[in-house]
């Protein structure tokens, strides 16, 4: 009886096959009309750093901040070179932690030097 039901049962390679063929079935761009567009997201992040060798990215983090403020008190508010350290430190830095270093910096509190 067990045989029985294993010859009509197909192995979960069979299945993996035959879900391909159906999927290419119904992907076939003879029969699809409309153009699908996607928009592609890239995820980056900031690039490694020799002075940080370690997993632990506290003080990058710390250290993109202060670029990125330095960079805008030298620069601007809208200086196009300090958006590259603001996008570093929004990808290493927890938002608690620029919450309260923006209020620090408001209050005449902040600790780094900027």
């Not at 060798?53 to 809208?78: L, M, S, W």
Request: aromatic share 10%; hydrophobic share 25%; net charge negative.
């Amino acid at each position: 009886m067990a045989e029985a039901v294993s010859a009509q049962t197909p192995s979960l390679s069979e299945q993996y096959h035959l879900e391909n063929e159906v999927k290419q079935v119904k992907e076939s761009p003879e029969e699809s009309s409309e153009e699908e567009t996607t928009d592609e997201i890239t995820l980056e992040t900031a690039p490694a750093d020799f002075r940080f060798p370690t997993t632990n990215q506290t003080r990058h983090c710390f250290t993109r901040y202060i670029e990125y403020h330095r960079c805008v008190a030298a620069k601007g508010d809208d200086a196009p070179e300090c958006d590259k350290f603001a996008k570093f430190y929004r990808s290493l830095c927890p938002s608690e932690w620029v919450d309260r270093w923006n209020e620090q910096r408001e209050n005449g509190t902040f600790p780094g030097p900027l």
